[in-house]
Every structure is written in C-alpha cells, then in structure tokens.
C-alpha cells in the first residue's frame, strides 16, 4: 500500500528555519504531483505548495512566496519543503500530499494519499 511519511518538523524561534521531507513508499513516486497544507488549532486547512511530476514546476501560497522552497528528488522518493524565515503563524501541522491526476493546489478535493502530518511550532 502507499505511504507518505513526513518528516523534519520542530520548535524553532521566529526569523528561524526547518526543511520538511516527504517520502513515498509503495507506489512510483515519479508518477505523482505532490503537495503540502497545513492546519493550524481552530483554523482552516490552507494550501502551502505544490509541485508537478517530472518537470517538476513550484506553486506557492501568496503567505510563504520568497519564503519557502519546495522541492523533488524522484531518485530518493521524497519531497522537500525548505522553510526559511519562518513566523509564528506558520505554526501548523504540515501534511504532505500525493495525487496522481490533480496538482494539490486547492483544499475543495480529495487528493489520492495523505501523510500523517508533522508539527511546526514557531516560537515568537
């Protein structure tokens, strides 16, 4: 069956950063878009980044453009999201996401897989 493990989650001061991994067991990761959201106590899930299969094109959230990175490495089966600068309402549960038809842009779908999530907790 397929998985999606994340990884690298923490506590950080604010100004601080993490880099977030994603790996895919089970299925041939290359054939996938994949996708982070995140989902803060209270508050609605909210889109974060999304990345293409092979060619490999970044969608960014208008709330973390020039602020995090999102990346591929199909060798390695695993996503990464470098997240710089970070601020305290960036705290979140951050979810990574799998889909083989839809780039995981918009919270109005189901996409295919879904991670467990990992905790970010910015300190201000």
């Known amino acids: 069956q397929v998985q999606l493990v994340e990884s690298g989650g923490g506590l950080v001061q604010a100004g601080g950063s993490l880099r977030l991994s994603c790996a895919m067991s089970g299925r041939t990761f290359s054939s996938y878009a994949m996708g982070w959201f995140r989902q803060a106590p209270g508050k609605e899930r909210e889109f974060v980044a999304a990345?293409?299969?092979?060619?490999?094109?970044?969608y960014y959230a208008d709330s973390v453009k020039g602020r995090f990175t999102l990346s591929r490495d199909n060798a390695k089966d695993t996503v990464y999201l470098q997240m710089n600068s970070l601020k305290p309402e960036d705290t979140a549960v951050y979810s990574c996401t799998a889909d083989r038809k839809r780039l995981p842009i918009s919270v109005r779908f189901d996409y295919d897989y879904w991670g467990q999530g990992t905790q970010v907790t910015v300190s201000s």
């Open positions: 990345i293409t299969r092979t060619v490999a094109n970044t």
